[in-house]
């Protein structure tokens, strides 16, 4: 049968058989239906779900790299600028605009990074197991233990070359070669930075030199086209115009790292930002970082940038920080110290590291601090080797100059302790002011003797005069009476700020440590698990783990000796805490130590002023009479320890109460320490100084001491030995 | 709906004289071209945009060429308009000696893009003879089936037109271009459709074609034997879970949706996923999401208006044929046009497999562009014949 019917004559209309019009009908229908699924998904995509697509297309096609933001400056407590960040231009490379060949480069660099990063994971892995597998060996072997640091070498981060230029690449090399010698580099070590740098942070600049010099850059400025690829671009370098003026209390900046980038404290900051790593730099980081400005990027489907450039959104300063430190103390604080260090050296000392703190009694206001050796922040603008970083960090026993021993040194403190030993004894009933103790060059106790130093006899005397001669055997004997009243001397010092931390604004600082019957427990406890979990004889952390507190461990404490732990920075806190009782009939305020006092705009303007918490404590006057009448006749009457040290010093202007202090460590030369007060009405000043092998206190550390207070009370500078030979 | 003309004496010279007077008489269906004109605009105004950066230095490469070959169609369209179409009939054994003899050709001469045979070489162009193909085998089976008029229902003929379409579309899969093929097979069965098969054979025929394709999709893989290549039947499956490998198939599809969706309303300024060239064939293959994301709903509604206005005069000059070969060419030009719209549409915006058909006048191409005006060229003789042939019988047509 035929689709079409023939033409019937005179039929106006068009012939068309009912069939053919059905088929027809439907295949227009089929299409209607076609036509409106199109329409609706088109609706869908365009109209009801559009605005997820704009974002999916912008992801795809822009990429945003950060502009750095100034960092907020650093300034003492005058307002003289302590840090500082300097704009200069960087020699920066634009990959995508240098002759060809660096792509394939960095491809192959890429590729090596992937296959030394799996063969790192898989040695991972396998370390894992290893070490599972050598829980159950009790003692392995020796080619045990090589095999499990082989693997560890295995799983440690790898170090990848990068693979060499194409042999094509001859403009790029030749471009590379002369750009060493405009800005004295090794075109060796331009490719490598370029081809690490696009692999860090791909579709950014990277920067091959930051301090080029301005010959070098008017160079490159004057004859831009004979250096595709090679650009300027200002970038902010922190400096330290002082070098190592308090450097460990600085810090320094450094790119964030990946640890870092998971810290709570720098939520929100993007890889390859500068942060402070260290000291004020990282405490107040938040304050000093501002904020990164976007600079949004189009690229191609290959990832390449395309030349548009978009309105940038400008980086926000960081805020700058002004310090309670006072530059010129400082500054004559770290002389006095090198002074010092120098004078113990000469008598054939080692006086290789120390510290000091200077502060404020009243409100924990830190005048100047410092640790030694030091050295210069400025060294972390440029990448360090592995060895230098090492020489800064120190190994295991002995910290580097890194370490802030002002606030994190970890020691015994000899005689400076004595004041809250007596302050102890005095609250507590322990003795009586006038009593009569110490007589002899040594008193007894069970079997052991404890003996003062040099073997010095100074008969039966009070509190006063004990202070005041730094007897040895009057405190020992304090001691041993305080054993049976219990732990007096631990809580007077937690009392007074020793053994806790102070709160100070930096972040390392030292807990400390106030050694007493349940330390002593928790310690053999300590050593105990270890021993059984590593399998080893002794752990270290207590040689003797059946012994329990002793009389004789609470006679040593009392002369700041035995596991005491504290440092410079907890011992001012207490002496304050003492200065300040002194001053106010007994009501002693304990201060938070620091060094921010103002956050200020990056215009200078006022915008926030730090406020650190205090407390108060109640001591009996008295008592507190007594031992500050013991520490300042040891300051200034004969034959008190550092009377000699202050000779020719205004006392009744600005009176000096201080105590000398000799800490013994095992198998090296004592430590110089000394701890003062002075009570000026106006600017009272509590010092620290501690020399670490330095010596007796009254020969290093007291006349260090002198020289600080000199500048700061505008007397004679004059470093004065004294000859006390107490401990 | 006009009125009825005053019948007269049914002589060429009252035609002519009828052809020759007021708007009825445009030597072509005006609303046809008006569509054709449309969709060239369209497709030039979205390749200066789709095309700028994809290759360097010369930003309108694609858009001077596509023009040019709009132009020559429209030239040829002209030209075939004034031909009478049912003359080429008598040449069918001809038509489809030239289909097979070309398609040979090409798999035995042809050069390679992109993995496929396609298309050979001359020293100007290249020429994909696959798509002047669906013409030529649309002309040839419409020539069959009106010799076979008086046995069209005979299981015979349907078995000798499915034969004729799938020689041609075998050969053309194995180039492999398996969108033409495809092509073929669907002309082939509206041309059975129209022609008036019954109901029975055509349900045979749909029967054995979900047979086949479960086959060839599933049965064979698992049994190892690959009759497509592995990354067609990945294409043809992976629009139902586009998301599962977005990297690799699923991901010009995914990139082609977030171009058409960001378009919005009224389309997006400088349409960076087309422009930057995230969606990988959008000058050709995936022109439609370039139109989407530039010109957003409006623009793609447009065209789609404009494509509804082509196959809708198509089927309307179906209805209107002087003659039974008229209406079959117009019932194949209609299914060609009808399949490579839903399909490429479909597949840019997620809702088809990606089968790699053009769409008809908006891809870059010179084949594809060429044929299509060709097609409508045809259409517009079947249109110029059937009001001169109406007008000689004294009747009037509808538009």
């Known amino acids: ?727 | 709906m006009s009125p009825l003309s005053p019948i007269t004496a049914p002589d060429t010279r009252a035609a002519d004289a009828a052809a020759a007077r007021g708007p009825r008489s445009a030597p072509f269906d005006p609303l046809l071209a008006l569509a054709v004109a449309g969709l060239g605009v369209c497709s030039v105004l979205t390749l200066k945009s789709a095309t700028r950066n994809l290759i360097p230095g010369s930003p309108d490469y694609y858009v001077q060429r596509q023009a040019l070959y709009l132009g020559l169609g429209f030239v040829a369209m002209l030209a075939l308009s004034r031909l009478d179409y049912s003359r080429l009939r008598h040449y069918m054994s001809l038509v489809y000696g030239a289909l097979i003899f070309s398609i040979l050709a090409v798999l035995a001469i042809g050069h390679s893009a992109k993995g496929a045979t396609r298309a050979i070489s001359f020293p100007l162009f290249s020429f994909q003879a696959s798509e002047l193909g669906k013409i030529l085998l649309v002309l040839a089976l419409a020539a069959f089936m009106v010799e076979r008029a008086r046995h069209v229902s005979e299981r015979d003929t349907t078995i000798r037109v499915v034969l004729a379409a799938l020689i041609p579309a075998m050969l053309v899969i194995a180039q492999p271009d398996l969108g033409s093929g495809l092509v073929y097979m669907v002309i082939s069965y509206v041309l059975l459709f129209i022609a008036g098969t019954s109901w029975k054979q055509l349900a045979a025929i749909a029967a054995l074609v979900a047979v086949a394709a479960t086959f060839v999709l599933v049965a064979a893989p698992a049994a190892g034997v690959h009759v497509l290549k592995p990354y067609q039947s990945e294409r043809l499956t992976a629009f139902l879970h586009p998301s599962s490998n977005p990297k690799k198939v699923g991901y010009q599809q995914l990139e082609s949706k977030i171009a058409i969706g960001a378009g919005q309303k009224t389309g997006r300024s400088g349409a960076p996923q087309t422009s930057l060239n995230f969606v990988p064939e959008d000058q050709t293959d995936f022109i439609f999401a370039a139109v989407g994301e530039k010109y957003g709903f409006l623009g793609a509604g447009l065209v789609l208006l404009l494509f509804g206005l082509l196959i809708s005069r198509t089927l309307r000059i179906l209805v209107m044929s002087k003659d039974l070969f008229g209406s079959l060419i117009a019932a194949g030009i209609a299914g060609m046009l009808m399949f490579q719209v839903f399909v490429n549409v479909g597949m840019t915006i997620g809702i088809m497999p990606i089968t790699g058909v053009t769409l008809p006048l908006v891809s870059y191409g010179g084949s594809s562009v060429i044929t299509t005006m060709l097609a409508v060229g045809l259409l517009q003789s079947i249109y110029v014949q059937a009001r001169a042939s109406a007008a000689l019988k004294g009747r009037v047509l509808r538009d």
């Open chain 1, 1 to 727: 049968m035929s689709a079409i019917e023939p033409v019937r004559p005179r039929d106006p209309r068009v012939p068309v058989s009912p069939q053919l019009a059905v088929r027809v009908a439907l295949l227009g229908g089929i299409a209607m239906v076609f036509f409106a699924l199109i329409f609706f998904r088109l609706w869908y995509l365009q109209v009801l779900t559009g605005e997820q697509y704009v974002h999916q297309a912008d992801v795809n096609h822009t990429r945003d790299l950060p502009i750095a933001a100034p960092r907020g400056e650093i300034f003492d407590r005058e307002g003289r600028s302590i840090v500082t960040s300097k704009t200069t231009n960087a020699v920066q490379i634009v990959p995508g605009l240098l002759p060809a060949g660096i792509y394939e480069q960095a491809a192959g660099y890429q590729k090596r990074l992937a296959a030394a990063e799996d063969a790192r994971a898989a040695a991972g892995v396998r370390l894992a197991e290893y070490e599972r597998s050598l829980e159950r060996v009790p003692h392995p072997s020796a080619a045990q233990r090589a095999e499990h640091r082989s693997l560890e070498r295995a799983a440690a981060a790898p170090r990848v070359a990068v693979p060499p230029l194409p042999r094509s690449a001859t403009r790029l090399r030749a471009l590379f070669t002369r750009l060493g010698r405009v800005i004295g580099l090794r075109p060796r070590t331009i490719d490598e930075r370029v081809v690490q740098g696009m692999t860090a942070t791909p579709y950014a600049h990277v920067t091959v030199k930051t301090d080029a010099g301005t010959g070098a850059l008017t160079v490159l400025g004057e004859r831009a086209n004979e250096f595709p690829g090679v650009a300027q671009e200002p970038v902010s370098i922190r400096q330290y115009p002082f070098g190592e003026l308090a450097a460990q209390v600085i810090g320094h900046v450094d790119e964030i790292n990946g640890p870092e980038l998971k810290l709570k404290a720098f939520r929100g900051v993007k890889a390859g930002t500068v942060v402070g790593q260290e000291g004020l730099e990282y405490y107040y980081d938040g304050y000093l970082r501002g904020r990164p400005g976007v600079q949004r990027i189009e690229v191609n489907a290959a990832g390449e940038p395309v030349a548009s450039r978009l309105a940038p959104t400008l980086p926000q300063a960081g805020h700058s920080l002004k310090l309670t430190l006072d530059l010129g103390l400082q500054r004559e604080a770290e002389k006095a110290m090198r002074e010092g260090k120098a004078n113990a050296q000469g008598q054939g000392k080692p006086a290789n590291g120390g510290a000091f703190v200077a502060m404020d009694p009243r409100d924990g206001q830190i005048l100047a601090i410092g640790s030694q050796p030091g050295f210069d922040p400025n060294r972390f603008a440029k990448p360090l080797t592995p060895a230098e970083y090492a020489a800064l960090v120190g190994t295991g026993a002995s910290a580097g100059p890194l370490d802030d021993k002002a606030e994190n040194g970890a020691y015994p403190t000899g005689s400076t302790f004595k004041p809250i030993t007596a302050m102890a004894a005095l609250e507590n009933g322990v003795i009586s002011p006038g009593e009569g103790l110490g007589a002899g060059q040594c008193i007894t106790v069970s079997t052991q003797e404890f003996c003062n130093a040099g073997h010095a006899d100074y008969g039966p005397v009070g509190l006063v005069q004990a202070l005041k001669v730094s007897s040895d055997t009057y405190f020992f004997e304090v001691g041993e009476r305080a054993f049976s009243h219990g732990t007096v001397i631990q809580r007077e010092a937690e009392k007074l700020g020793i053994g806790r931390h102070t709160g100070v604004d930096l972040p390392s600082e030292f807990g400390g440590v106030v050694p007493g019957p349940r330390w002593r427990v928790e310690q053999n406890k300590l050593e105990l698990e270890c021993e059984h979990r590593r399998h080893v004889s002794n752990c270290g952390i207590v040689l003797e783990p059946e012994r329990v507190w002793s009389v004789g461990d609470n006679m040593h404490l009392a002369v700041g000796q035995g596991e005491l732990l504290t440092d410079p920075l907890q011992m001012a806190v207490a002496y304050s805490t003492l200065a300040n009782a002194y001053t106010h009939g007994g009501v002693g305020t304990v201060v938070t130590p620091h060094l921010g006092m103002e956050i200020d705009e990056s215009n200078g303007s006022l915008r926030q002023t730090l406020s650190f918490p205090s407390h108060k404590v109640h001591l009996d006057p008295e008592d507190v009479n007594l031992v500050m009448e013991g520490i300042h006749e040891a300051a200034s009457q004969p034959g008190g320890t550092s009377a000699d040290v202050w000779a020719g010093w205004n006392q009744t202007q600005d009176p000096v109460f201080g105590k000398t202090g000799t800490a013994q460590h095992y198998e090296k030369e004592d430590q110089s320490w000394y701890m003062c007060y002075i009570g000026d009405p106006k600017r009272p000043l509590v010092l620290a100084v501690t020399v670490e092998q330095g010596g007796f206190g009254a020969e290093t550390a007291a006349p260090i001491a002198r020289l600080i207070a000199s500048q700061y009370y505008h007397q004679q500078l004059k470093f004065v030995a004294g000859s006390s030979k107490t401990l």
